[in-house]
């Protein structure tokens, strides 16, 4: 599925929709360059976890954590080791009760569940296109889901 | 001209300072601290010991890899961060031919190893020719086994330098035997100043790379990089 945003509000209305659909233990994996809107993107799902503390880039933090309807469970392990994902105990936090988030997740391809919702995002200019892709029965359900929201939404 | 080079390619960081091709400063810390903590406060004091501040320096050059992954972003963002707010040209220089340089003035073959993890070595072979390193191998990363079967194949001497020599050096010398050839520590591992001396000369004949085009040079995946597409590499 693809989705395709001409500005900020409009990424974080998508955002929005797929964070009222997160359940404990999904994991959403984003990918896309630096300044793709990968934040941008969490800010949305935060808003749709009625999470109303302003979400920043997890960059300097590994992990930032957020109590909405959920825990939102933030990271970017774009500095992280593979070795340290066992000492970070990202385990616990793939397998618990919050949503995790987690931008630049190829490191931890090792560890993250196969259920996941990859979200590519491709950016050209003010245009972004995410490009949903499921690993599994709950990411599919997931996309199906958004597509009605997205649908009545827009 | 002042060049600042970084190189964090190893365990090693390396600085230098060169006044066009000359040799003016070099920094060399072999210890177990982060690249990261300890990369910024070397230079700091590498140039105030020369006297210099930002404004001197006209280029920065950096060892592009291969090299430890971390290690490379390091090296990579820091002179880039310096080169684009002093809006100053960027060199990088492939690690392993700044390493054989260790090797000039040696007649046989020269044989740059670094550590690749995962029993392997990065590796490219050169030759002395009419006074310069001419490679005569790809670059890659090799298991030092079959390195040295090749080398088995001819009968010329090879000079080993590089970080996985204290590794591999027994391996080596009974595969190879007398045809061995070491240096001392001092003289076989990574330095700034091998890499100052290649971008110099890349700079005196007017060349440098585009700030946001130049990359890390890894040679292969990363294991994480190819458990992901393995994983994750198609959906369902």
Known sequence: ?154 | MWILSIDTATKITGLALHQDEQLVAESFLHTSKTHSERVMPMILQLMENAGLSFSDLNAVAVASGPGSFTGLRIGMATAKGIAQVRKLPVIGINTLDALAQNGRGFTGLISPILDARKNEVYNALYRNQHGTLERVSDYRAIAPERLLEELSMSSESVLFVGDAVATYQELISTTLEARAVFFAENMSLPRGSQVGALAAKRLAIGESDDLYGLKPFYIRQSEAEVTWAKRFGQGV
Request: with cysteine; hydrophobic share 40%.
């Open chain 1, 1 to 154: 599925m693809r989705f395709v945003s001409s500005s900020l509000a409009d990424t974080q209305r998508f955002g929005e929709a797929l964070g009222k659909l997160a359940e404990p233990g999904d994991v959403f994996c984003l990918l896309g360059d630096l300044g793709a809107g990968k934040t941008a993107l969490t800010q949305g799902i935060g808003k749709g976890l009625d999470i109303f503390q302003h979400i920043n880039s997890p960059t300097f933090n590994l992990i930032n954590e957020y109590q909405g309807r959920l825990p939102l469970y933030h990271m970017d392990l774009y500095r992280m080791e593979a070795e340290e994902g066992e000492e970070l105990g990202l385990k616990e936090y793939f397998w618990g009760k919050g949503l995790c988030v987690v931008e630049w997740p190829q490191v931890a391809a090792e560890i993250l569940p196969q259920d996941i919702l990859q979200i590519d995002i491709i950016s050209q200019g003010q245009r972004r296109e995410m490009k949903l892709t499921a690993h599994g029965s709950r990411s599919r359900e997931m996309i199906e889901e958004v597509k009605k929201l997205v649908d009545l939404e827009y």
